[in-house]
């Protein structure tokens, strides 16, 4: 199972960027997928979730109205798209996923729980 991110970068306040999780290995209906992030001398938290198979998706409060999380069974791919970005949003950004569908949810979903990652993408919001 391979995860690759992509799509992190610098972004003014306000800004929007869209990340990438190309997973290869999976079948990618079996799986939860999931996006944490960590910001600087923070621990890892989790920000959203989504179950490819039924289209089950999952948001932390921060997250609600600005992200918005999405998958294309066509190409393995899992995307966040993130608008009004604030500096606080500045972290790596980490893909994870595991089995089975049902690990989305706020009850279950959480980095304990999640067996494969990406190695991560950086995502800085400054002026």
């Known amino acids: 199972v391979q995860l690759v991110e992509s799509g992190g970068g610098l972004v003014q306040p306000g800004g929007s960027l869209r990340l990438s999780c190309a997973l290869s290995?999976?079948?990618?209906?079996?799986?939860?997928i999931g996006w944490f992030r960590q910001a600087p001398g923070k621990d890892r938290a989790r920000v959203t979730c989504?179950?490819?198979?039924?289209?089950?998706?999952f948001y932390i409060d921060t997250a609600k109205g600005r992200f918005t999380i999405s998958s294309d069974s066509a190409t393995n791919t899992v995307y966040l798209r993130m608008n009004h970005l604030r500096p606080e949003d500045t972290a790596v950004y980490y893909c994870?996923?595991?089995?089975?569908?049902?690990?989305?949810?706020?009850?279950?979903?959480?980095?304990?729980?999640?067996?494969?990652w990406g190695a991560g993408t950086l995502v800085t919001v400054s002026s």
């Open positions: 290995g999976v079948t990618f209906d079996d799986y939860a």
């Open positions: 989504i179950a490819p198979f039924d289209g089950t998706t």
């Open positions: 994870a996923a595991d089995v089975p569908p049902g690990a989305c949810s706020e009850t279950m979903f959480d980095d304990y729980a999640m067996s494969y």
